[in-house]
C-alpha cells in the first residue's frame, strides 16, 4: 500500500521552477522569447537590466538572458535590503515572496544573502525607457497609455480607422528588411523628402523623435485594434493627438534613428502583436 508520507516529502517536479539561462540567437526578439517561455516580456526586460538597459532593441546574437520560472521581477539581493520595503517597492506582497518555490525560502527564517537572485512573483516597475517595442505588448493595443518621449501625448480616440489599408510610400516596393521574426516590419523604399501617407484613418499616438533607433516616428491608432507606426522620417506633418484620414500625408521620408539610407520603417499591429503588413497591403 502507499503511504502518503512518502507523497508529501517528495520533492515536486520543479520542472521549470528554476531560473534558466538563454543564449540569443539570430532572429530573436525579447517578445519572442518571452512567448517561448510562456512569460510577459516585460519579465524579460526587468530581470536583465545588466544586458538589456530596459531597452528590448538592446539584444545581440551570443548575449545570455536570465529566464526567471515566472513573471515579475528576478531581483538581486543588496546589502541591507528589507523585504517589506522591497515588496513594497515591487508591489508584491513579502508571503508571495516567501512562498515562491524557486526562492527556497525559509517562510518562518527567510535568509537571503547579498547578490542572491529571488523572484518577486507579479513585481512591477516602471521602465526607465518606454519604447515603442514594450508599448505593443499591451494586449489591448487602444490602450489609452502615453509613449514616452518629446512626440507623447496622453490621447483620446479622435477617428477611426476603415479597417483598409493604403500603401504608406508612393513606392509600393521593399528596399531593405522584408517582415520577419526579427524585423517586425516592412522597410518600404521611399527618398528623402518624399511624402509618408496614413495608411487608415485615426489617431496620432506620437509623432516627433524616440530613442530605440525609429529616428522621427509616426504612431497611428485605428480604434479597431490596429496601430501602424512609420520610422526614420526626416519630419513630421501631424501632431499627437490628432486625427488623420486615410492617405493624409502624415510626414516626409528620411533616414533618422538606426537607418543606413532612406527608407520608411512601416509596422502594423493589432491587438498588442506584430502583423505582417503584406496581409493587410
Ligand atoms: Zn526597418
Not at 519579465?43 to 526567471?68: C, F, K, M, Q, R
Not at 501632431?239 to 493624409?248: D, E, R
Request: charged content about 15%; aromatic content about 10%.
Amino acid at each position: 500500500m502507499e503511504r502518503k508520507a512518502k507523497l508529501t516529502t517528495d520533492k515536486p517536479d520543479r520542472g521549470n521552477l528554476e531560473p534558466q539561462k538563454y543564449t540569443i540567437q539570430a532572429g530573436d526578439s525579447i517578445y519572442g522569447i518571452a512567448k517561448k517561455f510562456g512569460l510577459k516580456p516585460e519579465t524579460i526586460l526587468w530581470s536583465n537590466y545588466d544586458v538589456l538597459h530596459d531597452d528590448a532593441h538592446n539584444i545581440s546574437v551570443g548575449d545570455e538572458l536570465i529566464i526567471p520560472p515566472g513573471d515579475g521581477i528576478y531581483y538581486q539581493w543588496k546589502e541591507n535590503d528589507d523585504l517589506q520595503k522591497i515588496a513594497d517597492k515591487y508591489r508584491v506582497q513579502v508571503e508571495d515572496i516567501l512562498s515562491y518555490p524557486a526562492n527556497h525560502l525559509d517562510m518562518t527564517n527567510p535568509e537571503i544573502k547579498a547578490g542572491d537572485f529571488i523572484l518577486l512573483p507579479g513585481g512591477y516597475r516602471e521602465t526607465a525607457v518606454i519604447s515603442p517595442i514594450v508599448f505593443e505588448y499591451s494586449k489591448n493595443s487602444g490602450v489609452k497609455k502615453q509613449i514616452s518621449g518629446p512626440g507623447g501625448c496622453a490621447w483620446d480616440y479622435v477617428a477611426y480607422g476603415t479597417g483598409t489599408f493604403v500603401w504608406p510610400s508612393a513606392s509600393h516596393s521593399v528596399s531593405g528588411n522584408d517582415f520577419w521574426s526579427g524585423h517586425m516590419g516592412l522597410d518600404i523604399a521611399s527618398v528623402e523628402g518624399g511624402p509618408i501617407y496614413a495608411t487608415d484613418s485615426g489617431t496620432v499616438v506620437y509623432a516627433g523623435p524616440i530613442g530605440g533607433g525609429y529616428g522621427i516616428m509616426v504612431m497611428i491608432d485605428h480604434g479597431n485594434g490596429y496601430q501602424s507606426l512609420y520610422g526614420h522620417l526626416s519630419a513630421v506633418n501631424v501632431s499627437c493627438g490628432q486625427a488623420v484620414s486615410q492617405g493624409q500625408v502624415i510626414g516626409l521620408g528620411g533616414s533618422t534613428g538606426n537607418s543606413t539610407g532612406p527608407h520608411l520603417h512601416f509596422e502594423v499591429r493589432y491587438g498588442g502583436g506584430y502583423v505582417n503588413p503584406w496581409n493587410v497591403l
